[in-house]
């Protein structure tokens, strides 16, 4: 299998438990955090140029397997797709989360994106901005990841 194009990576952004949002929200926003979008027990907190750190808390004491978002530049979740689609070997079939794998698509929040499932059980979305908008000043937060 040839190794994978240089994709230009431009983040990781974890998905962290919190036993309350908005503790969660007071807590981060006293740090110059803003929030990025709330919904039913989850919240996008950023800071910085085009949400140069973002964190997303989960609400839940009992949040099992981990979640991890990694963000790249416009057009390069679609380039890992099509590669891992042509070259991975079928004796080692990747495990593509259920609701977010089987295929790379555009979302309501401004993402191109596909997941998969570490050996773990962690869900790792591979995902970048639909547009190359130089005025965006946030990432838009996802709806509710399934617990």
């Not at 952004?13 to 949002?21: A, K, Q, T």
């Not at 099509?82 to 259920?98: I, W």
Request: negative net charge; glycine residues 10%; aromatic residues 10%.
């Amino acid at each position: 299998m040839p190794p994978p194009p240089h994709l230009a990576y431009m983040k990781p952004i974890p998905i962290l438990p919190s036993s309350n949002i908005d503790k969660t929200i007071d807590f981060y926003t006293l740090l110059g955090f803003k929030v990025g979008g709330k919904h039913d027990g989850f919240v996008s907190l950023w800071v910085g140029d085009k949400s140069c750190v973002n964190l997303y808390y989960r609400e839940g004491t009992d949040l099992g397997k981990g979640e991890c978002i990694i963000l790249s530049e416009v057009g390069q979740a679609r380039i890992l797709f099509e590669h891992l689609q042509k070259h991975h070997p079928p004796l080692h079939q990747l495990v593509y989360a259920p609701g977010g794998g089987e295929k790379c698509e555009a979302k309501p929040w401004g993402f191109e994106q596909f997941s998969l499932l570490d050996p773990d059980g962690n869900k790792i979305t591979f995902a970048s901005h639909l547009t190359d908008d130089e005025n965006e000043s946030e990432v838009q937060a996802p709806a509710v990841p399934d617990v």
